[in-house]
């Protein structure tokens, strides 16, 4: 049975960083194309970036150029780094496959950015 789990979430003010981690455990991570996803309150959840199985990323226009996401084969671990981060931003965390066929999601890691 696949496991996600995410971490690095928090309370940053508005221009501020944080690094997401997602810990794929249950799988054979190097094949899968992986997205990070985020639900604000009262939002449906949304695709924020991908990262192909090769490496190739894509981001959706919001947050291209303070977003990178990355990958660690070895450590079967998913990463998001978020900087100028703004209120727009705040959300529930989520990692999963690109694709439709989606594993069960995990707890997810609270971003609140606020002054």
């Known amino acids: 049975q696949v496991q996600l789990v995410e971490s690095g979430g928090g309370l940053v003010q508005p221009g501020g960083s944080l690094r997401l981690s997602c810990l794929i455990s249950?799988?054979?991570?190097?094949?899968?194309?992986m997205g990070w996803y985020r639900q604000a309150p009262g939002k449906q959840r949304e695709l924020v970036a991908v990262?192909?199985?090769?490496?190739?990323?894509n981001y959706i226009d919001s947050v291209k150029g303070r977003f990178t996401i990355s990958r660690d084969n070895a450590k079967n671990t998913l990463y998001l780094q978020m900087n100028s981060l703004n209120a727009e931003d705040t959300a529930v965390y989520y990692c999963?496959?690109?694709?439709?066929?989606?594993?069960?999601w995990g707890q997810g890691t609270q971003v609140t950015v606020s002054s």
């Open positions: 999963n496959k690109e694709q439709m066929a989606k594993w069960a």
């Open positions: 249950g799988t054979i991570f190097h094949i899968h194309d």
């Open positions: 990262i192909s199985s090769r490496g190739r990323t």
